[in-house]
């Protein structure tokens, strides 16, 4: 059975940076698209980026583009969000994703 596994959240200030990473066990994490996705408190799901099967095609939702940056490690079989010039409103519980497969999260706390 396909594992997911986020790490790397924390509490940090607007203006800081974080790395999640996410851990896939029972799969190859170049064998199919990924995603990270967010649910803020008292909001729904946000997709926030995705990184395709072959690792050459990237997307961001407006709100993220030119701060985060989404990335795998095929080696460590590891997903990544570079997250810099964090702000209030990217507090939420991140996930990451892949075909029907989730995690569990992981909680990005940003203080102003």
């Known amino acids: 059975e396909v594992q997911m596994v986020e790490s790397g959240g924390g509490l940090v200030q607007t203006g800081g940076s974080l790395k999640l990473s996410c851990t896939a066990s029972?799969?190859?994490?170049?064998?199919?698209?990924m995603t990270w996705v967010r649910q803020a408190p008292g909001k729904g799901p946000e997709w926030v980026s995705a990184?395709?099967?072959?690792?050459?095609?990237?997307y961001y939702t407006n709100s993220v583009k030119g701060r985060f940056t989404i990335s795998r490690d095929s080696a460590k079989n590891m997903l990544y969000l570079q997250m810099n010039n964090l702000k209030p409103e990217d507090t939420a519980v991140y996930y990451c994703?892949?075909?029907?497969?989730w995690g569990q999260g992981t909680q990005v706390t940003v203080s102003s």
């Open positions: 994703n892949v075909r029907t497969y």
């Open positions: 029972e799969f190859t994490v170049g064998d199919a698209d």
């Open positions: 990184i395709n099967r072959g690792g050459s095609n990237v």
